[in-house]
Nanobody, 124 residues
């Protein structure tokens, strides 16, 4: 079965950094666009970033994280990363890994697969 397992969440002071990882199994990793979503309590799940491979190694970011977050992937390790710098309290959320063969499906949250989430808490 397909599994997406997030790790790397934690608590950090505002201005600090974290690196999230998403380890994928049960799929042909390089054929999938991978992405990150986040959801804070009482809020809608929102798109954060995505990275494709087939058809071009393109990256996509929501405006609020541009210049602070960097998405990357290591296909040899079947792992996607989100480097989060200059963290703000408003980045506090559960972060979820997403995967789909179609990039637009990931960006729109209509992707086939989801991870269980990892909590990121940024204190002010």
């Amino acid at each position: 079965q397909v599994r997406l397992v997030e790790s790397g969440g934690g608590r950090v002071q505002a201005g600090g950094s974290l690196r999230l990882s998403c380890a994928a199994s049960g799929l042909s990793f390089s054929r999938y666009t991978m992405g990150w979503f986040r959801q804070a309590p009482g809020k809608e799940r929102e798109f954060v970033a995505a990275i494709s491979w087939v058809g071009g190694a393109n990256t996509f970011y929501t405006d609020s994280v541009k210049g602070r977050f960097t998405i990357s992937r290591d296909n040899a390790k079947n792992t996607m990363y989100l480097q989060m710098n200059s963290l703000k309290p408003e980045d506090t959320a559960a972060y979820y890994c997403a995967a789909d063969k179609v990039t637009s499906m990931v960006i729109s949250g209509r992707n086939d697969y989801w991870g269980q989430g990892t909590q990121v808490t940024v204190s002010s």
